[in-house]
Nanobody
Framework: QVQLEESGGGSVQAGGSLRLSCVAS????????IAWFRQAPGNEREGVAS????????YFDDSVKGRFTISRDAAKNTVFLQMDSLKSEDTAMYYC???????????????????WGQGTQVTVSS
């Protein structure tokens, strides 16, 4: 059974950094595209970043390009989201998700991701 667990959220001032972790179990995270999504109260869920297995290709939403980095540690079955230069508009619940097919990795659309974690809260104060 595929399970994903996020950690690393917290409160930070604008301009600060956080690193989120997503630990996968029940399968090797090096075989599936993993993405990060976020949802703020009253807003729709949006894709933030994703990473393909093995080749390591990465994709980002325009709102986080140049500020966020996604990476993976295959040995630890973990995917990281490094968030720098945080802004108040980055405040949201962040979720990691595994894709139903790697072909959809670049889409950052939630309907193509079938396995989700419980989320970790990120709060950025200005």
């Amino acid at each position: 059974q595929v399970q994903l667990e996020e950690s690393g959220g917290g409160s930070v001032q604008a301009g600060g950094s956080l690193r989120l972790s997503c630990v996968a179990s029940g399968y090797s995270s090096d075989t599936r595209c993993i993405a990060w999504f976020r949802q703020a109260p009253g807003n729709e869920r949006e894709g933030v970043a994703s990473i393909l297995p093995r080749v390591g290709s990465t994709y980002f939403d325009d709102s986080v390009k140049g500020r966020f980095t996604i990476s993976r540690d295959a040995a630890k079955n973990t995917v990281f989201l490094q968030m720098d230069s945080l802004k108040s508009e980055d405040t949201a619940m962040y979720y990691c998700a595994a894709a139903l097919s790697n072909a959809y990795c670049s889409t950052l659309r939630g309907e193509f991701f079938g396995y989700w974690g419980q989320g970790t809260q990120v709060t950025v104060s200005s």
